[in-house]
């Protein structure tokens, strides 16, 4: 897993070989997979039924017991991973032995649209299905599923060891992470290939593999000055006050850290004034100040994404030198958060991104180049891939993630599993040159 310069992942060819078709395994396998779609739909439209926004506990764990189901019926030994500790509904995980690659499959159960939301149920209108989850990323779920379904209608799957993994707070990860992530990290250090469920990427005409993605992580400035009267500002004995100081942080933050590729941060929240109060939980607080005071307390709320894990030490450590150098009377602290590490491109992401590439073109479709990580979030691939070599985004086409208006593809759902069923297939054998 050696890793390879940002910027080659815009770059890399794709050597899809010209005529590339599919073995009589693959074929009965694509067979089957339009032989069942309509019971694909049939289990997509029963998860996206149950509401299980993150909080939603009883939901999230409902639509664990139905995936469950299916795992069960697959012969993987599952097991419900409780996570009161950290105030989260809990996981599920299937697991199989066998021999050869090792595999972990990343879903969740999750949702973003919590209880306030509203409840949006299941629709079909010809080709689109809409409601809540059916595209981030109940669809994958099911296509991890029909993948193995697929597997095994060929005699496949009963070698292959994998872990299926569905967490139930991807959405809203429980905190410490050291307790939400550790089955996950787990089964990335004993995995030899991880593969991640979320939505797929198709734009500009043209299928997209995610090879890698930036991480999420956090930062609090907490800025203090001297309290005085207003027209005692900038004096030797006042000096410039908390507000001043930590536009003067922000400012240098903009000027001397950003410009690095792959590199963003953001200052989502800023109170400041005489008194201050925020709640980190919420992402909320309140502030008292008069123009005619000069502000003592500052609190700005931000985050940070980068490529990989030189990146963000790097851009923590200009963002601490800046924070020591303080205006007169005041003074300032940084403090980071970890959350969720980059996804980080690597020769063996790379030789996967050339397996699914060859696949999709032997299924009719266009070489799949590597996509942008500035175009995609962070996920819980990105916990295991440090330890294995990794491919994500192969869920379903469709749109309006995060959004009322949410939408999946029908007809991209058997397109995803024959990918995902086909890639497997090829990868955990051992003379595959991937």
């Not at 694909?40 to 999230?60: H, W, Y």
């Not at 690659?101 to 809409?130: M, N, Q, Y």
């Not at 020591?324 to 491109?345: C, K, L, N, Q, V």
């Amino acid at each position: 897993m050696k890793p390879c310069v940002a910027i080659l992942i815009l770059m890399v060819g794709v050597n899809a070989i010209a005529g590339e078709s599919l073995s009589t395994d693959e074929k009965r396998m694509a067979e089957w997979i339009d032989t069942n779609t309509e019971n694909a739909i049939a289990l997509l439209k029963e998860t996206v039924d149950i509401p299980s926004g993150s909080m939603n506990f009883d939901g999230v764990q409902a639509v664990g017991r139905v995936m469950q189901r299916e795992l069960d019926a697959l012969g993987l030994e599952t097991e419900w991973i409780d996570l009161s500790e950290a105030n989260r509904a809990g996981h599920l995980f299937g697991r199989k032995d066998g021999t050869g690659k090792k595999f972990v499959l990343i879903g969740h159960l999750d949702t973003v649209f919590e209880s306030d939301d509203g409840v949006k149920p299941f629709k079909r209108d010809g080709d689109i299905a809409t409601g809540h989850g059916v595209y981030d990323m109940k669809a994958g779920n099911v296509i991890i599923v029909y993948a193995l379904r697929a597997l095994r209608e060929i005699g496949a799957l009963e070698d292959i060891p994998l872990v299926v993994a569905y967490t139930g707070d991807e959405e809203k990860s429980g905190r410490p992470l050291t307790i939400s992530r550790k089955h996950l990290i787990d089964a990335g250090q004993w995995a030899d290939i991880a593969l991640g469920f979320e939505e797929a990427m198709y734009f500009d005409d043209t299928d997209w593999a995610t090879i890698a993605r930036r991480s999420s992580s956090g930062w609090t400035l907490t800025v203090t000055g001297k309290q005085s009267h207003s027209s005692n500002i900038f004096n030797n004995e006042t000096g410039a006050g908390a507000i001043f100081e930590a536009a003067r942080i922000l400012n240098a933050f903009y000027d001397e850290v950003r410009g690095e590729e792959y590199l963003t941060f953001n200052a989502g929240n800023i109170q400041g004034g005489t008194e201050v109060t925020y709640n980190s939980g919420a992402s909320r607080g309140t502030v008292f100040g008069k123009s005619n005071v000069v502000p003592r307390t500052v609190i700005v709320n931000g985050g940070i994404r980068t490529i990989s894990e030189d990146q963000l030490e790097r851009a923590r450590a200009a963002m601490t030198a800046i924070v020591a150098s303080s205006h007169p009377h005041t003074s300032a602290a940084i403090e980071f958060r970890d959350g969720y590490p980059p996804m980080a491109p690597t020769e063996g992401n790379i030789a996967i991104q050339a397996t699914l590439s060859a696949i999709n073109v032997a299924l009719g479709r266009k070489p799949m180049p590597a996509l942008d990580p500035g175009r995609r979030g962070a996920a819980d691939i990105s916990f295991v891939a440090p330890y294995t070599d990794a491919l994500a985004g192969l869920g379903g086409i469709g749109g309006g993630g995060h959004t009322p208006e949410e939408f999946l593809e029908l007809s991209s759902l058997p397109l995803a599993i024959k990918r995902a069923a086909i890639l497997i297939h090829r990868l955990s054998r051992e003379e595959s040159g991937y």
